[in-house]
Each structure stands twice: as C-alpha cells, then as structure tokens.
C-alpha cells in the first residue's frame, strides 16, 4: 500500500484559503489517481477532488471553481488549493489513493492517510 500523510488543515473564517498538502511514499500518482475526500461530524465520506497522472483534474461540483488539485511529480506530493471557504466545506480531509481512474467513490481507494481537520468558522 502507498503511505500518505495530510497536512495544512487548520482554522479558517469563511471566504478564506487553505492549502492541503498530501505527501506519498513513492511516485504513485503516476500510476494511480489520487483524491481528496472529506467527511463532516456525523456524515458519510465524500468525494470533493480527484487527479490521474497530475494532468486529469475532476471535482465534486460544489468544489468545482473553488478548489484545485495539482501534483508535483518531483515531490510525490498531492495539494489541495481550497478558495472562497463555506462552513459547510468544514470536516476531515483525507488524501486517498487508488487505481480505478476518475473514480468518485471512496471504496475504489485502496490506500488512506489519517487525515487533517479543516474548521471554516462563519
């Protein structure tokens, strides 16, 4: 399995920015598409962006222009650029890795990180 570790979550006050990193073990993303989900207290895991090969971006659609997800190859590193903050954006990110391409769905992600807490506050 990859090994991932989120990190740059934090506090934020709505219409702010974060940017999560999601650091892998190895060149993975070249192989496999890598995603972002989150999951709010109470509520199901969800899909908010996925990238194949750093090139092919897909995104949930209330992520859809206010997030981006980009790759560093050189850096086996994922990142989240997330603008325009809502509350409801608020919850735990987690980095995922998988080999089905431009899935949405958490099952098809074979490989986690644990993590990292995104608080919009309003």
């Known amino acids: 399995q990859v090994q991932l570790v989120e990190s740059g979550g934090g506090l934020v006050q709505a219409g702010g920015s974060l940017r999560l990193s999601c650091a892998a073990s190895a060149r993975t993303f070249t192989f496999y598409t890598m995603a972002w989900f989150r999951q709010a207290p109470g509520a199901e895991r969800e899909f908010v962006a996925g990238?194949?090969?750093?090139?092919?971006?897909y995104y949930q659609d209330s992520a859809e222009g206010r997030f981006t997800i980009s790759g560093d190859y050189a850096k086996n590193t994922v990142y989240l650029q997330m603008n325009s903050l809502k509350v409801e954006d608020t919850g735990v990110y987690y980095c995922?890795?998988?080999?089905?391409?431009?899935?949405?769905?958490?099952?098809?992600?074979?490989?986690w990180g644990k993590g990292t807490q995104v608080t919009v506050s309003s």
């Open positions: 995922a890795a998988g080999t089905r391409t431009s899935s949405r769905s958490a099952t098809d992600f074979g490989s």
């Open positions: 990238i194949l090969s750093t090139v092919s971006r």
